[in-house]
């Protein structure tokens, strides 16, 4: 059977403990003398997700340690979720696309909210376009017509189409494991053990 990227991660059981990071490229060169600082802001960020299971069984364990090789280390891709809640913080109502294409940079122009609405999305949340996550930085109110104007961390990762969907839910990113080698632990009690680092496959 021949396996094909991206795939999807296995839904039980969840994993016990994760970590979200997003890593920022910023250069800084500090005065030997003064302390003072030059910064050179690279415009770079990446998601980083570590996931550690709880014991399993051999049954348990199986879909797991199977996804986990199926990626074949830094080979394949998944659509990895995010770790922490499943639904957005704000009212999130509506039917939101990406409002017009060649969009670049941190803020994305959208339509089809629930009008007029305060906290359409709260600071913090996040959305989903094509493959990648993005976080929602200030809280928004819709307009009466529908529209919102989202301050976002990444930079988009490329220009989404014009009316692309818009993700608020069980949001997900496009993930490779960050590491070539694929473990795992077993006990006296014959339960497994299993932890995996993610980083974000960015475009080319």
């Known amino acids: 059977m021949t396996i094909t990227y991206p795939l999807s991660v296995p839904t039980s059981p969840k994993p ?3 970590r ?3 890593r920022s490229k910023v250069g800084t060169a500090e005065s030997t003398f003064t302390f003072s600082t030059q910064k050179q802001d690279h415009a770079c960020q990446r998601w980083e997700i570590d996931y550690e299971l709880p014991p399993m069984t051999a049954s348990q364990a199986g879909a797991w340690i199977a996804f986990m090789c199926s990626l074949n280390g830094a080979k394949g891709t998944a659509l990895v979720p ?3 809640r499943t639904a957005a913080l704000g009212v ?3 039917t939101p696309i990406v409002d017009g294409g060649s ?3 941190n803020v994305l122009l959208t339509k089809g909210w629930t009008g007029n609405t305060a906290g359409i ?3 913090g949340d ?3 376009v094509g493959s990648y996550m993005y976080m929602v930085l200030k809280t928004v109110a819709s307009e009466t017509g529908g529209s919102a104007s989202l301050d976002i961390m990444p930079a988009l990762r490329s220009s989404p189409t014009a009316s692309a969907s818009i993700t608020t839910s069980n949001v997900k990113t496009l993930m490779r494991l ?7 632990s077993t006990d006296e009690l014959k339960h497994y053990g299993l932890s995996m680092s993610f980083i974000e496959e960015l475009p080319s």
């Open 82 to 84: 995010e770790p922490d």
């Open 16 to 18: 016990r403990k994760s």
């Open 20 to 22: 979200l990071l997003l």
């Open 103 to 105: 969009q670049t940079g």
């Open 178 to 184: 960050s590491t070539n080698e694929m473990a795992w």
């Open 92 to 94: 999130a109502t509506g």
């Open 121 to 123: 999305l709260l600071a």
């Open 126 to 128: 996040y959305i989903q």
